[in-house]
Antibody
């Protein structure tokens, strides 16, 4: 059974960098059959795609966040990471990592981690 | 504003049939399959329907979905109290080369 687990600070100050990791168990981030994505959900609101990454490091980011986002994979730790720079209160959200299938759907999700941006 | 348009709310009584619509454009639903996610309160979204009308293992047959042109719809037949949740449609967008979501529909079982 594939499991994903997000981790990182629950509080980040404005203008600083939000950094999260997602540890995958029961599967490998190196698999060529899947790729990996980050999605966020502001409290009480809908889902927003942040970006995705393949096992070879190729990636694509949401244009609305592209200038501030970096997603990477660490195959030795079976993890993916998210860095979001220059955060503001608008970046307060639950951040999810998920596995993407070739059918372009998300079949496994992490439980999500709430990150608040506040001084 | 979400790229895909869903009604913000829907409701029904136990046993009823409920449908939720999702409107997109040629670059997303019009060119690709639609997916649906169910989000129970306080939990992560769960894949409910993929490739427009396919149910993952474990999803009850009372959930079905279809697509026509640039719109998709989710139907729940024989509504149950445990179906009370938020439902999101999604599709790959060729212009974005990434997924887009609807704003979500909050389903209330009366």
């Amino acid at each position: 059974q594939v499991q994903l687990q997000e981790a990182g600070p629950g509080l980040v100050k404005p203008s600083e960098t939000l950094s999260l990791t997602c540890t995958v168990s029961g599967g490998s981030v190196s698999s060529v059959s899947y790729f990996w994505t980050w999605i966020r959900q502001p409290p009480g609101k809908g889902l927003e795609w942040i970006g995705y990454i393949f096992n070879n490091g190729n990636h694509n980011y949401n244009p609305s966040l592209k200038s501030r986002v970096t997603i990477s994979v660490d195959t030795s730790k079976n993890q993916l990471s998210l860095n979001l720079t220059s955060v503001t209160a608008a970046d307060t959200a639950i951040y999810y990592c998920a596995r993407v299938r070739v059918t372009r759907d998300f079949d496994y999700w992490g439980q999500g981690t709430l990150v608040a941006v506040s001084s | 504003q979400s790229v895909l348009t869903q009604p913000p709310s829907a409701s029904g009584t136990p046993g009823q049939r409920v449908t939720i619509s999702c409107s997109g454009s040629i670059s997303n639903i019009g060119s690709n399959t639609a997916n649906w996610y169910q989000q129970l309160p306080g939990t992560a979204p769960k894949l409910l329907i993929y490739s427009t009308n396919q149910r993952p293992s474990g999803v009850p047959a009372r959930f079905s979905a279809s697509k026509s042109g640039t719109s998709a719809s989710l139907a729940i037949i024989g509504l149950q109290s445990e179906d009370e949740a938020d439902y999101y449609c999604a599709a790959w967008d060729d212009s974005l080369n990434g997924p887009v979501f609807g704003g979500g529909t909050k389903l209330t079982v009366l």
